[in-house]
């Protein structure tokens, strides 16, 4: 008899974990039902940040919450699970309605293009964004984001060292020439510095500015690497670079180089503005300028943009989009700086963004680049050749191997 | 009467229902679901399309880094495995010993265990760092200039070796646990016989414990082959791809690349040659594995068994 009781026991409990287990996530799935409880309409919306600064989403989305009696938007914090995560989503029909979004030619397939929403919304809200934005937050001639947030890359010197090395400090006209020169002077007056420092393995997304700035490409229209990629222009640039490593002038860094240029051991590097906040709370004399150029044609700066976007197999297009629209205001334009760049023209004019000089350059350089795609967005499988080129980069710049620029190119452009 | 033989019988599986439930929906049907999305090519957006044995037949014809990513992955196991038995036991027979305060070196050698990988991760990338790294200031005090361990690709694979062998303490708490279980009379006897403590070791500890050898150096193999969490966090593949693991590379063809049936087929690969050195090491066990059960088919065998008394 008393076996019988146990024996109930454990069947009511497996019972009850298994229903607990779907119940729940019946309830919190986009699968489930039509997403819609006690007449609100349920939407999921996944970041990618992380710590205070999903403190601070949760507060902007608490506030749209309040302000909208019909829809309840729930944050996930996905962090740097992010690209797994909506992969996995995408893969099982398990996607959130709203969710933070870079890499579009990976993921367009499962997002909804947006073009005849932003339409509707009247001419003056797609213009009021910077124009460059939007090549970065389409594919395929579709529109799948509104921007957020972006940085573009521009050069950062540290002020105390250029006066020990009793050089001027650079401007927004300045060559690579000049870099070089600055460099030279630098590591051979300030003892234990490099004059300048960049990355050993550049993200080949990054780096493909410095291609552009020489008037060239990974690839052209059609997406052929051969004689672009292994283009003199695209060599000159590469060779500058392992030069000034050999000669001893630069240092190639393990990661960005922020952490030597924090440190004072750097005078330049090129980086985006996410260092900006940790600069300052080091207390570094530091400034900004356009990167240089190579004399004949102003300097192109890769853009790292990030967008919201929605999932087209969203139920609830409408509150989605909603939502959106409130994320991307200026109201959480200027609820964002600190954290991102704003995107649209009137919240840069009205918060005086471009009399910071630490932060005008960047906008300079984003509006400096508007003509350019990278080749993520034209070549077809860019995760295999951005990890080919990696190595490829690597062989020239990593201190062990300095392989031939002009060999190891060629061979990257047959792959 | 009938009914009361079944609900008998029924009761045990009863008690293992809940277990063979998580068993068959997170374990056998992503496992089988795996194997049937390997013979097709599965993005992530688009409908999957059928390609036989075609993901088989890409991953041993045309794509170059998946054997240089096996070779990788073989040498880090082959190294690792033997390296991480002898410091586990060794630390094992260390926390044997009689002396005082060994509880607190016991749990000191079994923290780093408890700490998620990404942590270790961390901390042994500024530790390895070649310019400010605490290990090659400790070699500057004995003379030596360090290796840039994270970017020199000959010493890479050894720094992630060195890295993973701080999660030692586990395996260590399995041999400590069979050490303390041989009878201590074993080795009174030994002690009166004139054995000294490295000839107990060799012919008492070490024929008793075999049987825990063959299942840690199992679940090391395995563990080896699947090590992701170290090499994506710490060297990601790099330098110039000298640790781009077998699951590295795995992973990043499934969540990188999007190919998620040729990552299934990569997985399915590598399940087949833990199996097959799993096989082997089984197939090999009944030479150097001794039960106390076949103790008479040991000794035959020319093994020297010193247990006594208690028989």
Not at chain 1, 157 to 183: C, H, L, M, R
Not at chain 1, 242 to 254: C, F, H, L, R, W
Not at chain 1, 265 to 282: C, P, Q
Not at chain 2, 152 to 162: F, R, T
Request: aromatic share 14%.
């Amino acid at each position: 008899m008393r076996k019988k009781l146990v024996a109930m026991l454990i069947l009511a409990m497996t019972g009850t974990m298994f229903l607990g287990g779907c119940g729940s996530d019946g309830g919190s799935g986009s699968g489930g039902g039509d997403g819609k409880s006690g007449g609100k309409v349920k939407i999921r919306f996944a970041s990618w940040d992380e710590a205070e600064d999903v403190d601070a989403q949760q507060a902007a989305v608490d506030k749209f919450n309040d302000a909208h009696d019909d829809i309840e938007v729930t944050l996930e914090a996905y962090g740097g699970e992010f690209d797994t995560k909506i992969s996995a989503g995408m893969g099982s029909n398990d996607m959130p309605d709203v969710m933070y979004m870079w890499n579009y030619p990976a993921y367009s397939q499962g997002l909804e293009p947006l073009d005849t929403y932003i339409e509707k919304e009247g001419e003056d809200y797609k213009k009021n964004f910077y124009d460059t934005l939007w090549n970065y937050n389409s594919y395929d001639g579709s529109t799948y984001g509104i921007p957020i947030g972006f940085t573009t890359h521009a050069l950062f010197y540290n002020k105390d060292i250029f006066a020990e090395a009793g050089i001027d400090e650079p401007t927004n006209d300045w060559t690579w020439e000049d870099v070089q020169a600055a460099s030279k002077t630098i590591t051979e007056k300030c003892e234990g510095k490099k004059g300048f420092s960049f990355q050993m393995k550049p993200d080949p997304y990054d780096y493909e500015m410095y291609l552009w700035s020489n008037g060239t490409a990974y690839v052209d229209a059609e997406g052929t690497l051969e004689g672009n990629l292994n283009s003199d222009k695209a060599k000159e640039v590469f060779q500058m670079f392992q030069d000034m490593e050999k000669e001893g002038s630069a240092v190639a860094t393990e990661k960005s180089g922020t952490d030597e240029f924090r440190a004072g051991n750097t005078g330049m590097y090129v980086y985006g503005s996410w260092s900006i906040n940790t600069l300052k709370e080091d207390g570094v004399n530091f400034g900004v300028v356009n990167i240089p150029s190579f004399g004949s044609q102003p300097s192109i700066s890769i853009l790292s943009s990030s967008g919201i976007s929605m999932s087209k197999d969203s139920k609830n297009k409408e509150a989605a989009w909603e939502f959106i629209k409130f994320w991307t205001s200026e109201e959480m334009n200027k609820e964002r700086i600190g954290m991102e760049l704003p995107v649209l023209y009137s919240v840069v004019e009205s918060e005086g963004i471009m009399e910071q000089p630490e932060y005008a350059p960047f906008y300079t350089m984003l509006e400096q680049s508007s003509d350019y795609t990278p080749s993520s967005f034209i070549y077809g499988s860019w995760s295999e050749l951005s990890e080919n080129l990696s190595l490829s980069f690597e062989r020239v710049f990593n201190p062990s191997a300095m392989e031939n620029v002009s060999d190891v190119l060629d061979e990257a452009a047959q792959q | 009467m009938k009914q009361k033989r079944i609900s008998r019988k029924a009761i045990p599986y009863l008690f293992i229902l809940p277990w063979i439930i998580g068993f068959l929906v997170f374990t056998i049907g992503p496992l089988i679901f795996s194997l049937v999305m390997s013979f097709f090519d599965w993005p992530l957006a688009a409908d999957p399309k059928f390609v036989g044995f075609g993901n088989y037949i890409e991953m041993f014809t045309s794509d170059k880094q998946f054997s240089k990513s096996l070779i990788i992955s073989l040498k880090y196991a082959a190294i690792f495995v033997p390296l991480n038995m002898i410091i586990a036991l060794f630390l094992a027979m260390l926390i044997t010993q009689p002396v005082r305060g060994v509880k607190i070196f016991r749990t000191i050698f079994y923290i780093p265990t408890v700490i998620s990988g990404v942590a270790v991760s961390i901390l042994w990338g500024w530790i390895l760092n070649g310019d400010y790294g605490v290990l090659n200031y400790l070699l500057s005090l004995l003379g030596i200039e360090g290796p840039k361990w994270l970017v020199d690709p000959a010493w890479a694979i050894l720094a992630v070796i060195i890295a993973s062998a701080f999660g030692v303490g586990s395996m260590m708490l399995i041999f400590y646990t069979d050490i303390k279980n041989i009878p201590i009379d074993v080795y009174e006897a030994a002690t009166i016989d004139g054995a000294n403590p490295a000839r107990q070791f060799f012919s008492i500890t070490l024929p008793i414990i075999t049987p825990t050898i063959l299942f840690n150096l199992i679940t090391s193999i395995i563990s080896s082959f699947q090590q992701v969490t170290l090499v994506m966090l710490l060297t990601g593949g790099g330098p110039l791809k000298s640790t781009y693991f077998y699951g590295l590379y795995t992973y990043n063809n499934a969540f990188k690349h999007h190919k998620l049936g040729y990552a299934s087929a990569n997985a399915w690969v590598m399940f087949l040659i833990i199996l097959v050195l799993t096989a082997l090491v089984f197939k090999s066990s009944s030479a150097w594995v001794f039960y106390e059960s076949e103790a008479g088919g040991v000794a035959k065998k020319g093994k020297k068994s010193k247990r006594g008394g208690k028989r």
